[in-house]
């Protein structure tokens, strides 16, 4: 049977955080609560000069090469952020990055799970175009607002795969599990630029839809916790996953258990530092575990739940590829965390406020503050302007 999955995958977040411990401090809250109750050290900052599609075709800019440009006929979009109520995401990155005109581009929307979507549709396409391969994007500003209780849960990044047939990293296998019910867990209606949650509620519900995928993908194919080497969960912040890996775990020997919390906390490590990207999370997850665990087995089984409010959960299964490990880009993500440049609280709340203007004024941005190669440089006439400065 033809594999279909992962054959690459890239990251991008801003070059600006903020400390989870100093936040604390300046919101009168034990930094421990933000630390280890919530379990984030960092959370990016994203400047004006980034938005959900500069974001993704940064992402996407480390892992296409000209083969990709010649083959990718689809460009799916999953954000919870996109600039626009009418024109997709898509559209903008397949230009930024010199894609074939004779392709799909589309944004699809789902809260968290929109890349997800795009994943599954991805692995249908190639299904019936062996031959193509498609560019799925997962790019978010994780937005509640400064002094919420969602505030230490903000983040922003993006994660960019190509889904092709003989993957090079991991193939998605079949017996998919996914359930939808309509929910009020979090939300933001068409006039609000941040999000409404009900916090304790989200959680909840999040650790329902896993029992009940989880639960249902053990009845479909007789696996169970043993099968798997790690499960990778959509990541809001790091303590929300090992919720729901807690009220599954006893039904595991010790030593497979001790295996998956010892997995679970290498799969933390680059959201701990990035903070919630709403549609990425999951599978920056996975980058961290498949980056960060050097002895990770080809032919291990991985799990991943995938949550987006309001709600669609979907638990579905992936097999390392033979010599995964040479096609990830791990040397440019550690340049990429180690020349972060911290900023202070009042510098984020700063940052924060100065937002594009929103009586459709133009304005014109300095990108030279911004490292980042794709930047938004202002605002014209109602239209973003976009510049690649390796163009
Ligand atoms: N040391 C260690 N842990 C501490 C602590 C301390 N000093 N103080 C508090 N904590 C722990 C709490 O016990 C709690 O842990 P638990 O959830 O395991 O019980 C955790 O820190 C959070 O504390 P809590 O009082 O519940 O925080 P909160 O009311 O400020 O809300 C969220 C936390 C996560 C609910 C809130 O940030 C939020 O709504 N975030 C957005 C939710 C979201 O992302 N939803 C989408 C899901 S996909």
Known sequence: MLK???????????????????????????????????????????????????????????????????????????????????????????????????????????????????????????????????????????????????????????????????????????????????????????????????????????????????GQYKEMTGHALEDFEAICYHLPYTKMGLKALRTVLEEAPENVQDRLKENYQISTMYNRNVGNIYTGSLYLSLLSLLERKEDLASGSRIGMFSYGSGAVGEFFTGVLQPNYREHLHLASHESLFASRKEVSVEEYEEIFENTLPKDGANIELDIEQDPAPICLAGVNDHMRQYVNKNN
């Not at 789902?110 to 031959?131: E, F, R, S, V, W």
């Not at 991991?170 to 941040?194: C, G, H, K």
Request: aromatic residues 10%.
């Open 4 to 214: 279909i999955g992962i054959d690459k995958i890239g990251f991008y977040a801003p070059h600006l955080y903020v400390d989870m411990n100093k936040l604390a401090v300046a919101r009168n809250v034990e930094p421990e609560k933000f630390t280890i109750g919530i379990g984030q050290e960092k959370m990016a900052v994203p400047p004006i000069t980034q938005d959900a599609v500069t974001l993704a075709a940064n992402a996407a800019l480390e892992i296409i090469d000209e083969d990709d440009k010649e083959k990718i006929d689809f460009v799916i979009f999953g954000t919870e952020s996109g600039i626009d109520h009418s024109k997709s995401s898509a559209v903008y990155v397949h230009q930024l990055l010199g894609l074939k005109p004779n392709a799909r581009a589309v944004e699809v929307k789902q809260a968290c799970y929109g890349a997800t979507a795009g994943l599954q549709m991805a692995k249908g396409h190639i299904a019936l175009n062996p031959d193509s391969k498609v560019l799925v994007l997962g790019a978010d500003i994780a937005r509640y607002g400064l002094n919420t209780s969602g505030e230490a849960t903000q983040g922003a990044g993006a994660v960019a795969m190509v889904i092709s047939a003989d993957p090079k990293i991991m193939a998605l296998e079949e017996n998919n599990v996914y359930y939808t019910n309509d929910i009020m867990d979090f939300w933001r209606p068409i006039y609000s630029d941040q999000a409404f949650v009900d916090g304790k509620f989200s959680n909840e519900q999040y650790i329902a839809f896993f029992n009940k995928v989880w």
